[in-house]
């Protein structure tokens, strides 16, 4: 999510309107992009967006800055994506119109191709995912939040958020396993502790080990590849530009909560 800079929280918070329209603008992309991914259908996102920029609207006075307002939007956000999901499980997929696309630097030809490959692999990977394996990781691997920040928007400890964490890149790894196949009986949960890495949880003598077990195993060595491609692949769905149509609707939305 951008980040808004704290001169224009602070005058959004005390009332002008143009800041609290800066702000709004800079949030709705990374709302509605969560509404999708959880929710699964662009009417729902809208719905979410909405509620959550009206939120953000009527409790930005009383926001004290306690957690970041990273967090704090995607509390909101959180809290009406689940009213909304009430109810409304086993939606038919909707092609999903932030999946990741290659970034701007003149790629081959070939490499557009494999890109959009992954970009479709991982986006339906990780919609297969539950729930609360798909939220932490469009929030910690998609929107790049920070591990703290993640851990209060969710509501729970850092620990319980890493570990939550971790689980979800296992399942994603393991939901493209496919063209692997099966690991060895003697091969440890690599994607699981390939995560510890990421997150600064290893020291560096399981570090060594891991990666003397890489060097041995084909097969781990090429799930953490896949892994790590697979992140990658999730954070340029946040860098992508916003489609026309979904700029439209949030500044349709926003005209709403905005004193004339």
């Not at 070939?110 to 692999?121: I, K």
């Not at 689980?167 to 390939?194: H, M, N, Q, T, Y």
């Amino acid at each position: 999510m951008a980040a808004v800079d704290e001169a224009t929280i602070e005058r959004a918070r005390r009332g002008d309107a143009k800041a609290l329209s800066t702000l709004l603008e800079e949030v709705a992309p990374a709302v509605h992009r969560f509404g999708m991914r959880m929710c699964r259908h662009a009417a729902d996102a809208d719905e979410i967006m909405q509620d959550t920029l009206l939120a953000i609207t009527k409790n930005l006075p009383s926001f004290e800055g306690r957690s970041s307002l990273t967090s704090w939007v995607f509390t909101l956000a959180r809290t009406a994506c689940a009213r909304r999901r009430r109810g409304q499980k086993n939606q038919p997929h909707i092609s999903d119109e932030d999946a990741p696309e290659p970034v701007a630097t003149a790629p081959s030809p070939e490499q557009v191709v494999e890109t959009r490959q992954l970009a479709e692999r991982v986006t339906d990977a990780i919609d297969s995912l539950s729930p609360e394996h798909r939220e932490v990781l469009q929030l910690r691997d998609v929107e790049g939040l920070s591990g703290d920040e993640t851990a209060a928007a969710l509501g729970i400890t850092i620990d319980a958020m890493k570990s939550r964490l971790h689980r979800a890149r296992s399942a994603l790894e393991r939901k493209l396993r496919a063209s692997l196949g099966p690991p060895k009986p003697s091969c440890p949960d690599v994607a699981a502790i390939f995560s510890q890495k990421l997150e600064g949880d290893l020291d560096a003598t399981a570090c060594e080990q891991m990666q003397a077990h890489l060097d041995g195993c084909p097969h781990c060595d090429a799930t953490c590849t896949e892994l790590q491609h697979a992140l990658t692949a999730c954070r340029t769905v946040a860098q992508k530009k916003v489609p026309a149509e979904v700029q439209a609707r949030i500044r349709a939305a926003i005209k709403q909560f905005i004193p004339a």
